[in-house]
């Protein structure tokens, strides 16, 4: 069975330092999977390769069996890749509920220019619906009209997971959702994307440093260090693993 | 001709010539790299700053016959370090966190506001030809000539003299003083003055000072190769300043030098040597004549467009700033649906009142420039499309709007096409030199794209204009370039009353597609983008494509708008319609008064008409108090005015990027939906 998303033998140096060497990861359909490591351990820049934003030097992406390394961002996006931001990015001057809008639109949004011009262009009842529906499930509906500037850091984050839901994602990928978070918010951030994640049933790589939200959350986990990967397998041995608790130098505790 | 040795007498005589040009362009790259480096503004405004020593100059030397040593020093060595210690510590230290873009349009404002602003408070009017005097004795007139092939004459040697001085004393003060080696920090590695207690204000005010200065004696130095002193041409210095230093991709201060020397010599050489092949192709010469004065924006528009690294590089924000920037402004409130109702009634009732009294009240001057505010609000609304909706600067709309109105000139003049089958196909031509111009230039977006776009319109305006096919060539010289009025059917609008329904008309129309794009797909996909690009291409947008599209349509509308004009005046007077500096202009009153919205752009349509009859002439102040005679002494006030007060209020924009009338607009909407909540 080929893999969802798949990235195999994938290097990148940054002005001749290596900053990813030979990572091989892969992400089956909805399957929730873990990318951790220290910080400056090359997480964001396996991220970018991913996405598209950064062109590795060497190695293969595919999504579905199909290679995307040439494909600019936004085609990956449409065709099923999903973000949420670590610093957040929602557009300013726009309420909750247009960003969920404007993310639905751009799926079906062929011709728009004409259809705009005879007034077709506008929000439809069925794309309210369907954005009112991913709000509930967020458990944001009461945010729906307020201005994105008013929210909180949680729910911010929450609107730009809704936001990436509203494209029909196959697979999600977060970036350090919890940064900035407290241990409570964060807890019931990794609630609310369990219980979407089971209803929707979309794959999820999630990148983190804070080891707990990856030990509550993913089935199975990666380990990069300098820019290597030095583990993989379900997330409970990974963690257990004296190699990686080596390169966090005892920095957690698995419960 | 003697063959190789004569080919290499020319190339030295050519780099000799353009050594003391390039000396002042080097001056002037330096404060702008320095700017640029240490408060993240580009400063559009450094011309006008340079124009000022130079005006102040004559003013004080040639008019009040001051020696010449007391006029430099006033001028650039006290006037404008002034000039740059008051635009930063008024204006630029509270906008640290602004965006680029922001600084960008703050600085456009300043560019249109201050000449004239000088020009005012100094009672200073323009000159033109007539030779100005460089700040050496006789400078003009006693002559050096140390190789044997190129006569300096001493004003030239001063150039080249001063620009160097100039540049070896900022080097000592990088090298040997505290402040400049904070500077230079700051210069080298913004991120690294976080964290070493640099003071941020004083850096920044030193710098503006320094960098004025180097604008105030360039502008003083470079003006006796103008034989006038006209606000506009030293716009043109800040555009070369701008080539020069993209060479050294804005970060760099020695390069920026050598950027300007080379720009200099560049010149000079292609000035000695086109004229030659000129001779033996016959096809360069049109471009032989054109192409000349136009070098530094071909040079800039290449460098921005073929240097691949300039797109990549991450915008300057403050490098003193530090922090991140703070949340824009809330969004407008949700309406009241009383409020809205009742604003939509005023609109009407205030639109049918002014209506009915023009059509049935005003005289042929009236007429005029009502008809003249329609057009204009028309031409604005290209401005709400790619400024308010896309969130791009763009400084060539006039030039859009030219390509309209020279479209119909050609088609009514050679082919004899319908005036109006002739406007459309102007908007249609405009639209797709949009596009093609937007393919180069996406990828730079930001401060960049403005950049590129004033190329385009400083080259459109020196070298296509002189197009016969486009200008019409010297017959144009003789007739001008004449449009008539259209003539539908039965229908003449050759009646001023008629031309005006047909300008409503246009102009109802073009809102109307402003208004569908804007709520619709379109629109929104471009607030997204303008919110957010990364945010956006994550969603699966297109950058390239929305912002084509956005580009067309201004264009489009531009062209329309400027096809209109060109009817209405039965001319396409391009210098005084549509020339690179009226885009600026066009852009000040449009974000002045309000860019997101249809309103902001029949608001600014109408002041731009009006404002000066009805405010600066003081006929409404005469209307309010009954009789021209009880009017104080200083009606009529100059119309210049009207530029500085826009331009001032352009500075307005990074904080109420909206605009200003829509700011308040948006508030009191805000006090009185929560005096109407209160009510129920
Ligand atoms: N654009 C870049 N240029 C140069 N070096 C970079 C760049 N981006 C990341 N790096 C370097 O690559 C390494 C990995 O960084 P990153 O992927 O951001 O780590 P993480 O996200 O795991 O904290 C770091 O040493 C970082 O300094
Ligand atoms: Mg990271």
Redesign the interface.
């Known amino acids: 069975m080929t893999a969802l998303l798949d990235a195999s033998g994938v290097s990148v140096a940054f002005s001749g330092i290596l900053a990813l060497d030979d990572v091989s990861v892969s992400v089956q359909a909805g399957e929730r999977v873990g990318l951790i490591g220290p910080n400056g351990a090359g997480k964001t820049t396996l991220f970018n390769c991913l ?1 598209g ?1 950064l062109r590795p030097d060497s190695g293969r992406v595919t999504l579905n069996g199909v290679d995307v390394g040439g494909w ?4 990956r ?2 065709a099923g890749m ?2 949420t ?1 670590q610093r957040v ?7 909750v509920r ?1 960003h969920l ?3 639905e ?3 079906n ?1 062929t011709g ?2 004409w ?8 929000p439809r009842p069925e794309e309210v619906a369907a954005s009112e529906e991913v709000l509930e499930l967020l458990g944001i509906a009461e945010l729906a ?1 307020k ?1 994105v ?2 929210l909180s850091l949680g729910q911010s984050r929450l609107v ?1 997971v809704g ?2 839901l ?2 029909g994602p196959q697979i999600l990928l977060l970036d350090e959702p919890s940064s900035g978070l407290d241990r409570d918010e964060t807890q019931a951030l990794a609630a609310t994307l369990r219980a979407v994640q089971d209803s929707k049933g979309y794959a999820v790589l999630l990148v983190e440093h804070d080891v707990s939200l990856v030990a509550d959350f993913t089935e199975r986990a990666y380990v990069l260090d300098s820019g290597a990967l030095i583990a993989g397998g379900a997330t409970g041995d990974v963690l257990a693993d004296p190699a990686v608790r080596r390169a966090y130098l005892g920095s957690f505790e698995v419960s | 001709m003697s063959g190789a040795a004569g080919f290499f007498e020319d190339l030295f005589r050519g780099l000799l010539q353009g050594t003391p040009p390039g000396a002042v362009y080097a001056l002037i790259a330096l404060g702008f790299v320095l700017t640029y480096k240490t408060s993240g503004v580009f400063n559009l405004a450094f011309g006008a700053q340079a124009y000022i020593s130079a005006a102040m100059y004559f003013k004080t030397h040639t008019l009040w016959g001051w020696p010449k040593w007391a006029a430099l020093v006033v001028s650039a060595f006290v006037l404008a370090p002034l000039i740059g210690l008051v635009l930063e510590r008024l204006i630029f230290r509270h906008l640290r966190t602004a965006s680029a873009v922001s600084k960008l349009v703050v600085a456009i404002g300043l560019s249109v506001a201050l000449p004239e602003l000088f020009n005012q408070a100094a009672r200073f009017t323009a000159v033109a030809g007539r030779q100005i005097s460089g700040i050496m004795p006789d400078g003009a007139g006693v002559f050096y000539d140390p190789f044997g092939v190129y006569r300096f004459n001493r004003d030239e040697l001063a150039m080249m003299a001063v620009a160097l001085i100039a540049t070896l004393l900022l080097a000592a003060l990088f090298r040997f003083t505290m402040i400049g080696l904070a500077m230079r920090a700051v210069v080298e590695s913004p991120r690294m003055t976080g964290l070493s207690g640099i003071n941020a204000d004083r850096v920044s005010a030193v710098a503006w000072a320094l960098s004025s200065t180097f604008a105030g004696l360039a502008g003083v130095l470079i003006a006796p190769r103008f034989n006038s002193l006209i606000s506009t041409e030293f716009f043109m210095l800040v555009v070369i300043a701008v080539a020069a230093a993209a060479v050294g991709k804005l970060v760099s201060l020695p390069r920026a030098l050598l950027g300007g020397l080379g720009l200099g010599w560049f010149i000079a050489v292609f000035n000695t040597f086109l004229p030659r092949w000129s001779g033996d192709h016959t096809w360069l010469r049109p471009f032989q004549e054109n192409l000349t004065p136009s070098l530094p924006f071909v040079v800039l528009f290449a460098v921005l467009v073929l240097w691949r690294a300039i797109g990549r590089e991450r915008e300057a924000s403050d490098p003193l700033s530090g922090v991140d920037p703070p949340p824009p402004a809330l969004a407008a409130l949700e309406r009241h649906p009383k409020l809205t109702l009742f604003t939509r009634l005023f609109g009407v009732g205030f639109i049918a009142v002014v209506g009915s009294v023009v059509w049935f009240r005003a005289g042929v001057l009236w007429m005029h420039l009502v008809t003249t505010a329609v057009i204009m609000s028309v031409i604005y609304l290209s401005v709400t499309v790619i400024t308010g909706m896309a969130g791009q600067i763009s400084l060539c709309q006039g030039t859009f709007a030219a390509i309209g109105g020279f479209t119909i000139f050609q088609m009514a003049d050679r082919f004899n096409l319908s005036v109006l089958a002739a406007a459309l196909l102007g908007a249609g031509v405009a639209a797709a030199v949009g596009a093609v111009l937007s393919l180069p230039v996406l990828r730079l977006g930001g401060v960049w794209l403005a950049i590129a776009t004033l190329a385009f319109a400083f080259f459109f305006d020196a070298v296509m204009v002189k197009f016969s096919w486009v200008g019409g060539g010297t017959t144009a010289l003789l007739t001008g370039t004449r449009v008539p009025r259209p003539l539908v059917g039965p229908v003449d609008f050759a009646s001023d009353r008629a031309f005006l329904v047909l300008a409503v008309v246009v102009l109802v129309i073009v809102s109307i597609v402003v208004i569908q794009l804007r709520e619709g797909t379109v629109g929104r996909t471009l607030t997204a983008l303008r919110g957010s690009e990364v945010a956006a291409a994550s969603i699966g947008i297109s950058a390239a494509r929305a912002r084509i599209v956005a580009f067309a349509m201004s264009a489009a509308i531009a062209g329309l708008g400027g096809a209109l004009l060109s009817m209405h005046q039965q001319n396409v007077n391009y210098s005084t319609n549509f020339g690179p500096v009226n885009a600026l202009f066009w852009l000040v009153i449009v974000v002045a008064l309000g860019a997101r919205t249809v309103e902001g752009a029949i608001q600014a349509g109408a002041a731009f008409a009006l404002f000066e009859p009805l405010i600066l002439k003081g006929d409404l102040l005469a209307w309010i108090l009954r009789g021209e005679d009880h009017l104080p002494g200083l009606f009529p006030m100059s119309g210049s005015w009207r530029l500085v007060l826009f331009g001032l209020m352009a500075i307005q924009f990074a904080r109420h990027p909206e605009g200003l009338v829509e700011h308040g607009k948006r508030r009191a909407s805000a006090r009185i939906n929560q005096w109407l909540e209160a009510e129920r």
């Open positions: 996405l934003i600019p961002v936004h085609r996006a449409r999903g973000r931001f990015e929602l557009f300013s001057d726009t309420t247009e809008l404007i993310a639109r751009v799926r949004g728009a220019f259809k705009d011009l005879v007034g077709l262009g506008r009209a201005p500037e008013s730009e936001r990436a509203m494209t």
